[in-house]
């Protein structure tokens, strides 16, 4: 994703499916982290797709002690709240994962990622993979 704290639209092949994970392989600083303030999918028409029965299936890391940076803030619909990945008590290396359940099956044709809107930097996702299925991922 490109330098800057605006929404980033990503263009995906259409698929279908019901969970969707965002793996986080790098950062703009190149530091450890990962953070993302909103996701949204976008549909056939490229239309935001309705986020109600969202949920975060799983995150691999998430800060809960040095500040709220809870994975299910990423379905907030609040800008100023963000996932942040683990850092006060331990700052575990990418790749670092996020997943979403849906509720049900979808049509999917892009992503859009909101980078934390506080002004920092840290976590700000450059190389990702999205993944996209219609059963649950493995192990989760």
């Given at each position: 994703m490109p330098p800057g704290d605006g929404w980033q639209t990503v263009k995906l092949t259409s698929t279908r499916g019901r969970y969707v994970c965002l793996e986080?392989?790098?950062t703009q600083k190149g530091?450890?982290?990962a953070t993302?303030?909103?996701?949204?999918?976008?549909?056939?028409?490229?239309?935001?797709?309705?986020?109600?029965?969202w949920r975060v299936l799983y995150a691999d890391s998430?800060?809960?002690?040095?500040?709220?940076?809870?994975a299910d803030n990423v379905l907030d619909q609040d800008p100023k709240t963000f996932w942040h990945t683990q850092?006060?008590?331990a700052k575990?290396?990418?790749p670092h994962q996020l997943a979403i359940d849906l509720g049900r099956e979808e049509t999917i044709t892009g992503l859009r990622y909101l980078?934390?809107?506080?002004?920092?930097?840290?976590g700000r996702i450059?190389?990702?993979?999205?993944?996209?299925?219609?059963?649950?991922?493995?192990?989760?």
């Open positions: 986080a392989l790098s530091d450890e982290f993302c303030a909103e996701l949204s999918l976008l549909g056939p028409e490229g239309k935001e797709l309705p986020r109600q029965g998430e800060e809960a002690e040095g500040e709220d940076g809870r850092w006060d008590a575990p290396k990418p980078p934390r809107q506080d002004g920092l930097p840290n450059r190389e990702f993979r999205v993944y996209v299925s219609s059963t649950p991922f493995k192990g989760l």
